[in-house]
């Protein structure tokens, strides 16, 4: 009895340990952990200090052309005490003061013994009265090759014995004021000037050269008045302008006219008339032709030197056997006959095959007598190329011309 008991117990015992073996194999196996990603850590946010406002800075201008300004160029220790660093003083010439070259932007103080002032090739923008308080005795200033726009009338106050006045390639946009009555000379070629202040020629009874080279000036600029006052000028020059007219009121002393390229169409036919000394007259690159040329206009006896190359003459104009030096080159000629043999001309075919013919050019007849020396043609120069005209020359032209040494067609 207690065997059977024994046995019962073992195997239920058995059974007991079967199950939970059994129930251990059916339980899902646990999944394997999956790699998390790694996580991105956000940088701590910046916390910024409140701007502390700054003072504005005010623009600087632009400065005008060329930028860069070169320094100035200081000359080198002097004996003379006012002798302006900018400058150099040489005992060889005490009177002189030589301030050229040296990027100076302001005229320094000028010593009261100069005489010869040259500032030229320098960047100064005006003249101003102040540096000439001093400067009394200033005979001769040299402006040019600046740029100055501006010349105060007071300063020609100060030098009330100025001769000479250059004050070329520069910026003026009008003929100074005030100019002393001592001048002698006054260059203002290759500015901007278009106009002339009434007046501006009034006390310059000693002017001998006025140069407006190539400038502005039109025809209503120059009234009938402007040279009146200059009774001693010798030569005039106003060339590369815009002129269509011959300028008015020239006066009757003048030796030297230069009115090269201009727009001039016309000459009054008695405009040479009043000249008693006119010898130079250059015209070159105008618009000359026959219709405004009168047929003797430029016969004046006391012509030495006539240019009027580069215009629209179909035919030589009359001129006086004084005559040494005749520009005709660059024009339309076919025929060398002037203007009033032209006109007469009946028997002509002969003479247009060369377009050449001395008979009708010279001034005089060639049945003349020509041993007096007085009335053969002076005429030493002449040029006739650039027209429709072709060698050879005829004889009668050299018999003609007899002091002539060089003839170019």
Request: net charge positive.
């Amino acid at each position: 009895m207690k065997a059977g008991a024994g046995l019962f117990s073992a195997l239920a015992l058995f059974l007991l340990i079967g199950a939970v073996a059994t129930q251990r194999g059916r339980q899902p196996k646990k999944p394997k952990p999956s790699r998390r990603p790694p996580t991105t850590r956000r940088p701590p946010p910046i916390t910024r200090r409140p701007s502390v406002p700054q003072p504005a800075i005010p623009a600087q201008p632009e400065p005008q052309e060329p930028t860069d300004f070169p320094p100035p160029i200081l000359g080198p220790p002097s004996i003379y005490p006012d002798c302006p660093r900018e400058c150099t003083c040489s005992p060889s010439y005490p009177n002189a003061l030589n301030c050229e070259n040296r990027n100076i932007r302001v005229i320094p103080v000028i010593p009261s013994r100069t005489y010869y002032l040259y500032l030229q090739n320098n960047y100064i923008s005006e003249v101003t009265a102040e540096p000439f308080n001093n400067a009394t005795e200033v005979r001769w200033i040299n402006l040019a090759n600046n740029r100055i726009h501006r010349i105060d009338k007071q300063v020609f106050e100060k030098i009330p014995a100025l001769l000479y006045l250059y004050a070329q390639k520069n910026q003026l946009n009008e003929v100074p004021s005030g100019l002393p009555a001592s001048l002698e000379q006054l260059r203002l070629g290759r500015n901007r000037i278009s106009k002339i202040p009434a007046g501006a020629f009034n006390k310059l009874e000693n002017l001998t050269l006025l140069d407006l080279y190539n400038n502005q000036l039109s025809d209503s600029d120059i009234g009938k008045n402007t040279f009146k006052d200059l009774k001693s000028l010798m030569q005039l020059n106003l060339a590369r302008n815009t002129l269509k007219k011959m300028p008015a009121g020239v006066p009757s002393n003048l030796i030297q006219l230069f009115l090269d390229k201009n727009h001039i169409d016309d000459i009054p036919k008695d405009y040479f008339g009043g000249f008693t000394h006119l010898a130079f007259v250059r015209l070159n690159y105008n618009q000359l032709s026959d219709k405004g040329v009168p047929k003797a206009v430029f016969n004046v006896s006391t012509l030495l030197d006539l240019q009027l190359a580069h215009n629209q003459l179909a035919s030589v104009p009359l001129f006086n056997g004084h005559l040494e030096h005749l520009h005709l080159n660059h024009n339309s000629i076919e025929t060398l006959v002037t203007r009033g043999e032209l006109e007469n001309q009946v028997q002509a075919h002969r003479n247009w095959q060369t377009g050449i013919n001395g008979t009708q050019l010279c001034p005089y007849s060639l049945h003349a007598d020509l041993s007096d020396h007085s009335v053969v043609p002076r005429l030493r120069y002449l040029r006739l190329d650039g027209n429709h005209l072709s060698p050879p020359i005829p004889l009668d032209v050299i018999m003609c011309f007899r002091h002539l040494h060089s003839i170019v067609i």
